[in-house]
């Protein structure tokens, strides 16, 4: 069970690093647009830095089969949102996105909501579900992707109608992505439960017989696409927070449905998963729509 937390925290940071690193090299890149989706993936691949933060993204994901090998998949939640303290972090220092004082409070909400979490753990008493129906997840995932990218549709519609002096708040874009991503985390659970180390070429070759691996190709080249274009007009310490609150919530109550699995018995451990898997949603929802107020001298000039 402890491999799988340092697993988390592991993948927490190479996303978080990834995310940032591949913001840091959109400022560099010209406009994107979903669009024109071969003309985005070559400028992207024309800069060694988004490429840097691209390798970091998939030895996360990389990480991730293994923590939905050895913990149950709403327990896992909790601790992937941890990583959006270090984000908000290196957002600040490396990009420049400074904290406001309600995002420092945030930064502390996180991470006494991952102190619960954590504590809610016990080795070896919490089942991890192995198998789900082939029908439920394709379904689940073919109406998840449709209200994804038609989100996306709707936000990239509102965006073009809005004068260029008002850009986009990114809240409808990180939802969209993050349903993207969540469909995405069913194929990781799915796939991580077929592999076998002993067997490492057998169980490949039979994941060619289930959803998973094609679920993985469509959502990773789908949120790739959405996800960069979003990075680049929006903040990183929106985008990401919001993402993977959508993504987190996704998982952790359909994904754990889906995959059979149950909540800790122990009235004490359920207490403290909930409480801190509700702090850190409650957390990041309050970070989904911040407000800058307008400041006086704009309205003065603008009457």
Known sequence: MWWGVAAALSANVLYSSGFVLEKRALSGIPSLSV??????VRLLLASPLWIGGSLALAAGFGAQLVVYRTLPMAAAQGLFVSGLV???LLSSVVLGERLSTRERYATAGILAALLMMVASLRPDADAVGDTASAGAVLALGGVSLAAGFSLYAGAERRTARRPKAAPPTGVAYAVAIGLVYGV???AIKGIS????PDAPLASALSLTATPY????LITGAGGLVLSQTAL???RASLVVPVCTTTSCLYTATLGTLVFGESLPGDPLRLVLLLAGASLAV???LALSFPTTPEPREARHEAR
Do not use: D, E, K
């Open 213 to 216: 691996p094609y679920l993985l």
């Open 86 to 88: 270090l984000l908000l």
């Open 184 to 186: 995405s985390s069913l």
């Open 35 to 40: 669009r024109h989706p071969l003309r985005l």
């Open 282 to 284: 409650s957390v990041l």
């Open 232 to 234: 680049q007009r929006c």
């Open 193 to 196: 439960a077929r592999l076998t």
